[in-house]
Nanobody, 121 residues
Framework: VQLQASGGGLVQAGDSLRLSCEAS????????LGWFRQAPGKERQFVAS???????LYEDSVKDRCTISRDNTENTVYLQMNSLKPEDTAVYYC????????????????WGQGTQVTVSS
């Protein structure tokens, strides 16, 4: 599975942003697609994932501000982020996994290149 993330940028605190990740390769509709983020000097952190049957899983710190969705006809997964905070600043990565329910980096076996999100105060 090849993944291409886009949509990052420089925004102000309180703004919204929608990230996109276009996937190609195998039968993508069978895969769980997710988003992770990595701030400078920190470990990569789970943000959200969506299963092939559209169940969703969120990290507690973002679940009230983020919505993950997918369009299997377009092979794309989205992450809508609202009320952005400076601590949301990170490189955001999309990833694919063979099963749903994990928040662990090692359980996702395909990764995109990342898109930078910077939130100014």
């Amino acid at each position: 599975v090849q993944l291409q993330a886009s949509g990052g940028g420089l925004v102000q605190a309180g703004d919204s942003l929608r990230l996109s990740c276009e996937a190609s390769g195998r039968t993508l509709s069978r895969y769980t697609l997710g988003w992770f983020r990595q701030a400078p000097g920190k470990e990569r952190q789970f943000v959200a994932s969506v299963s092939s049957w559209l169940s969703t899983l969120y990290e507690d710190s973002v679940k009230d501000r983020c919505t993950i969705s997918r369009d299997n006809t377009e092979n794309t997964v989205y992450l809508q982020m609202n009320s952005l905070k400076p601590e949301d600043t990170a490189v955001y990565y999309c990833a694919a996994a063979s099963y749903f329910g994990s928040k662990t980096v090692s359980d996702f076996d395909s990764w995109g290149q990342g898109t930078q999100v910077t939130v100014s105060s």
